[in-house]
């Protein structure tokens, strides 16, 4: 699969994302996407259409607590390698210039 990104592996366009891009950025991450990953991506998404913006990782950790009971460190290992670097690569948004890596 053909999957246009920049040099990072973040999506030139985040309107192109599908579940098939998804998975395919996953692999490429070493990550076997779970219910619970496409609910967090979900929520990632619907974020992003009604706020054309990324959510804040404390978005998500709040969003977990909620709907699972997860506690503030779930973000990471669904996400080992950081929610900029995975969840928001993963979730087709482009790389936010002003977070960290965490």
Not at 30 to 58: C, K, N, Q, S, Y
Request: hydrophobic share 35%; aromatic share 10%.
């Amino acid at each position: 699969m053909q999957v246009e990104t920049d040099a990072e592996g973040y999506l030139l366009e985040p309107d192109d994302w599908n579940p098939e891009i998804a998975r395919e950025l996953a692999r490429r991450e070493g990550i076997l996407l779970t219910e619970e990953h496409w609910e967090v991506m979900d929520f990632m998404r619907d974020h992003l259409r009604d706020h054309r913006v990324a959510p804040d990782v404390r978005h998500v950790m709040r969003y977990l607590s909620q709907k699972r009971g997860a506690g503030r460190n779930r973000v990471f290992e669904l996400f080992p390698y950081g929610y900029v670097q995975q969840a928001c690569k993963i979730a087709g948004m482009r790389r936010p210039r002003a977070w960290s890596s965490g």
